[in-house]
């Protein structure tokens, strides 16, 4: 069973462009969650999606986006990038109700300079 | 505002001795609570999780115990081995089945050969 797929691993952009990331979940899986990394935060959790409607919202700006297609697939796009916005973001998927087990992807590295 | 605090940072165990690895957290709706591990250049792994119903939960070396009244969870790991080395992840969900997880900051293991 393959597992959850983020591209691209690594990008670099300059402040004030836009980024999109993907995420191919587990198959089955209709849950797709979003979550950023930077050191000393923790992960925190952006959104999630389930069935293509975005079911619950972290404390991010509006310029943190998502959305999910019919075959589960999701794509993240942070718009105006700033210097902070450097992180780990890592893709989640599960079934949508398993309380919080979820399997991650091994994350799209940004590097906003 | 951390929800889900791990105020250690780092933690180094000798090999075959137990490592305790401390959690707390502040919200009270948080009902499942889990532990994840993470190597380096990997997404984080599910490791355990108990319900807010138990005080323990055991799984081979693995056991997580819950204090609702102190607010504290804790993972036991027991003997600890080399590969265990990681970042160890507290995180908790509320009720509804959703995926929004609230993960902690981390403790980075080391066990020393």
């Known amino acids: 069973k393959a597992g959850v797929t983020q591209t691209p691993r690594y990008l670099i952009k300059t402040r004030g462009q836009q980024v999109t990331l993907s995420c191919s979940p587990i198959?089955?899986?209709?849950?797709v969650s979003w979550y950023q990394q930077t050191p000393g935060q923790g992960l925190q959790f952006l959104f999630e999606?389930?069935?293509?409607?975005?079911?619950n919202k972290g404390n991010f700006p509006g310029r943190f986006s998502g959305r999910q297609f019919s075959n589960s697939r999701s794509e993240m796009n942070v718009s105006t990038l700033e210097l902070g916005d450097s992180a780990l973001y890592l893709c989640?998927?599960?079934?949508?109700?398993?309380?919080?087990?979820?399997?991650f992807g091994e994350g799209s590295r940004l590097t906003v300079l | 505002d951390q929800q889900v605090k791990q105020n250690s940072p780092s933690l180094s165990v000798q090999e075959g001795r137990i490592s305790i690895l401390n959690c707390d957290y502040t919200?009270?709706?948080?009902?499942?609570f889990l532990w994840y591990k993470k190597y380096p250049a990997e997404g984080p792994t599910f490791l355990i999780s108990?319900?807010?119903?138990?005080d323990k939960n055991e799984d081979g070396r693995f056991t997580v115990f819950l204090n609702k009244s102190a607010k504290h969870l804790s993972l036991h790991i027991v003997p600890s081995q080399p590969g265990d080395s990681a970042v160890y992840f507290c995180?908790?969900?509320?009720?509804?089945?959703?995926?929004?997880?609230?993960f902690g900051t981390g403790t980075k293991l080391q066990v020393i050969p």
């Open positions: 989640a998927s599960s079934d949508g109700f398993s309380g919080g087990e979820l399997f």
């Open positions: 198959s089955g899986h209709r849950s």
């Open positions: 999606y389930f069935s293509e409607t975005q079911r």
């Open positions: 919200n009270s709706m948080f009902d499942y």
């Open positions: 108990i319900s807010s119903i138990k």
């Open positions: 995180a908790a969900s509320e009720p509804g089945g959703y995926q929004k997880v609230t």
